[in-house]
């Protein structure tokens, strides 16, 4: 992103902030904290005096609907630049590290037992950052055909192994009684493709790595 | 690679050209021109010409297929 376009999108984020609380306050100081307490929206009157909160609520809409567009874009574009760049990307090999947040997914367990909540198993998925550590070591390697061809491989093994952990999984878990129960299934399941992603993302990186510096010989010029 | 021969390393030498010199003049990583002397790798038609045609040695001499 252009820097012209960074500072225009901050300074329309802070925009939309002050806007906000702006609006929170005449809304606490002179309309009854309507649209900011819960409300029944089938009970829901207009009053003029909402316009300020409902304006800024539809701004701070907009603002992260464009953040949205702007996040698609950036994607397709860094693709784009992938796709004819001559070197693998820079990466850190430390980047790695951000594989142990996967451990926040045995939250999931607890989190289970107290509010009924499994979102915190599909954090299981940071595992696979792990697979930045192999990326960083082959940072800015020169992508020949060999290399094109050991990443495509590398990527359809991943793929492979993960789709046959999923098939298995449907096919076992899918049976519908874990433990006599619906609910352990599912999470069973979540968990079984949640941990199938995260390694098919790792091994693509680790295969790639070990197809490029495989076969132990010796390495020296002649 | 089984049935698969190459004998890049022969006619680079008579060449006198080094790893390093061939891969950038064929556009590859000096890895990639090691593992195809140990016939390791099998190039793309459009390398093997390359490299028949930066050590001089036509392409049937360079690669066999047993």
Known sequence: MKNNNTKLTIILGILCFLLMAAASWYTVAYNDSRLLSPINPA???????D??????????ILYFFYLFLLLIREIIANKRTERTAQDARHLDPRLGCFGFLGFLGFIGFRTYITDREIFPFVFFLFFGFFGFFYEG?????????????????????????????????CVIVGQGKLMGNLEYTLIAFLIVVVLSIALDLFLSKYLLYRYDHGSQFDESED | M???ECRLKKYRQ????????????????RETIMRLEKAQYNPSLKLAIDISRAVEVPIEELFIFK
């Open chain 1, 43 to 49: 009970e829901y009157t207009f009053r003029t005096q």
């Open chain 1, 51 to 60: 316009l300020p909160m409902l304006i800024s609520t539809v701004l701070f």
């Open chain 1, 137 to 169: 070591k082959m940072s800015d390697t020169f992508m020949d055909e060999r290399y094109r061809e050991n990443e495509l491989r590398a990527q359809a093994k991943a793929n492979q192994i993960a789709s046959s952990i999923i098939l298995l999984a």
């Open chain 2, 2 to 4: 089984p049935g698969f």
């Open chain 2, 14 to 29: 008579l060449k006198e050209m080094t790893q390093e010199q061939l891969a950038s003049q064929v556009g590859v990583r």
